[in-house]
């Protein structure tokens, strides 16, 4: 079974950067896209940003300027650079990964925005 690897999560300062990653435990077939995703306490899952196979991104209004997404199509693997981070980007941050069988999903990672 194929399960999604994320790393990259942890505590920063607002205005502190980090980058999260995300890679499968093994090879996937009819991928078309890869994307982040987080879930704060006590509200719905949310959208952060996505990737195409041919490289089109789009990102949430609120990320927009601060967050790059970016793929290794290669290798499979999607990153998520995040800069100028507020204390409002605190969540669980989720990887996902989009086939013509079905979507993946990780197990999230938690990233902490705080002073």
């Known amino acids: 079974q194929v399960q999604l690897v994320e790393s990259g999560g942890g505590l920063v300062q607002p205005g502190g950067s980090l980058r999260l990653s995300c890679a499968p435990s093994?090879?996937?077939?009819?991928?078309?896209?890869m994307g982040w995703y987080r879930q704060a306490p006590g509200k719905q899952r949310e959208l952060v940003a996505t990737?195409?196979?041919?490289?089109?991104?789009n990102y949430a209004d609120s990320v927009k300027g601060r967050f790059t997404i970016s793929r290794e199509n290669g290798k499979l693997m999607v990153h998520l650079q995040m800069n100028s981070l507020k204390p409002e980007d605190t969540a669980v941050y989720y990887c996902?990964?989009?086939?013509?069988?079905?979507?993946?999903w990780g197990q999230g990672t938690q990233v902490t925005v705080s002073s």
């Open positions: 996902n990964f989009q086939t013509v069988q079905q979507p993946y």
């Open positions: 093994k090879g996937i077939f009819g991928l078309y896209a």
């Open positions: 990737v195409t196979t041919g490289g089109s991104t």
